[in-house]
């Protein structure tokens, strides 16, 4: 990790759901922070910001899109350039089809694995460019899924995306290790957000059920007994990113409440 006063990450995907309560409890921990999402995303990204510095913590927006890689790059070159270094990368940013194969397009296909995949990749390789230069480590963070250890129904583009995130996760934590940078994923499972909510609405029209059966039938599945909270899923990721986790690399930490064991 960097030696220099100030500690910093990017998180992408930042504006709303995990990705926002990742960027306000890393802002919490001490870290500045880029709190990066789409152009379109712009106000809420901002949102965040005014709800970290209102915090008393330092934080900047950017305007990215994930699946364009020099756009990626820019971003990190301009987080390096304000804030002196990068520390943590996270890449948070996803998208969520729910269609069954025979419905699936080659558009919505690609765009998953552009957005999913390529994301991280992206996010992944320039992060590590800038940390191997600066020789003082680093810390990658992925967002996986529970679809990235076990393939869902209608999920076949979204679980696919996310078991190549994992694959990629365990090469990078081999090749980068010498360079004292780690890379581990996070794998949450129903979490109450507006991606969630897409799902339930995709979910239950096709079987002619109410809104909200398909995430309720989901919560009877969870041993702790509730949905999870973005805050549930940040947490892990602050520990990723601390101090207490630099022997821990190329794994996927499974946070859904006990739906799945790996």
């Not at 990705?19 to 409890?25: D, L």
């Not at 802002?27 to 970290?52: C, K």
């Not at 979204?158 to 078991?163: E, L, N, R």
Request: proline share 4%; with cysteine.
């Amino acid at each position: 990790m960097s030696t220099s006063a100030v500690r910093s990450a990017i998180v992408t995907g930042a504006a709303s759901g995990i990705g926002r309560a990742i960027a306000v409890r890393l802002a919490r921990d001490g870290f500045a922070v880029t709190v990066a999402d789409l152009p379109t995303a712009g106000d809420a990204a901002q949102g965040v910001v005014d709800e970290i510095a209102a915090a008393a913590g330092t934080a900047r927006a950017a305007a990215v899109d994930v699946s364009v890689q020099p756009e990626v790059e820019g971003m990190v070159a301009a987080h390096v350039d304000t804030f002196g270094g990068l520390d943590v990368m996270v890449a948070n940013a996803g998208v969520a089809v729910t269609a069954p194969l025979l419905e699936t397009t080659s558009d919505q296909w690609r765009r998953t694995m552009d957005v999913n995949l390529a994301g991280v990749f992206h996010c992944y390789q320039a992060a590590a460019r800038h940390m191997v230069d600066a020789g003082t480590g680093g810390r990658l963070i992925g967002a996986a899924s529970v679809a990235a250890h076990r393939g869902g129904i209608w999920q076949g583009a979204y679980s696919a995306s996310k078991f190549g995130v994992r694959g990629l996760n365990q090469s990078v934590a081999q090749e980068l290790a010498p360079h004292g940078i780690t890379a581990n994923v996070y794998s949450p499972g129903v979490v109450h957000t507006p991606m969630w909510e897409s799902i339930d609405d995709a979910m239950t029209s096709r079987l002619g059920q109410p809104v909200g059966t398909a995430m309720q039938s989901m919560t009877q599945a969870i041993p702790l007994g509730r949905l999870e909270t973005p805050s549930d899923v940040a947490g892990v990721v602050s520990f990723l990113a601390s101090p207490d986790a630099g022997y821990l690399t190329g794994q996927s930490i499974v946070v859904d409440g006990g739906m799945w064991f790996s």
